[in-house]
């Protein structure tokens, strides 16, 4: 793994590279920040949280996962792409909004009971 870290953490301004696994990880739930980091070609996900986590202004590409996060999170203005499976996966009850992915497996995967503002993650042809 890259950088791993428990609730409360702050994560900023990073660059994750091939790492065997994650480029950043949250282990715990709760009010941690990850933003302004560059996650790519990273084994599984470029970022992954727990709930409750707020991810802002970050880059992930070419990983397997872009960034993936627990329920009641907070996902805004981020850019995944080239990402084989998904760029942004969402779980219950999370916010997205002003998010760029492009050119993954799937552009963005969000519950049905998550508010998505306005992303730019069109549907493959």
Known sequence: ?????????????NTCYENTTHGITVEDDGASTVSGNTCYKNGDHGIETGNACTITGNTCYRNTR?????VASTVVGNTC????????????????????????????????????????????P
Do not use: E
């Open 81 to 124: 792409y080239n990402n084989s499976l998904w760029g942004i996966f969402l779980l219950g009850s999370c916010f997205a909004s002003q998010n760029t992915c492009v050119s993954n497996g799937t552009n963005m995967s969000i519950c049905s009971n998550c508010t998505k503002g306005l992303n730019h993650a069109p549907s493959p």
């Open 66 to 70: 872009g960034i993936g996060t627990g």
């Open 1 to 13: 793994n890259g950088i791993r870290t428990d609730h409360g953490s702050t994560v900023t301004r």
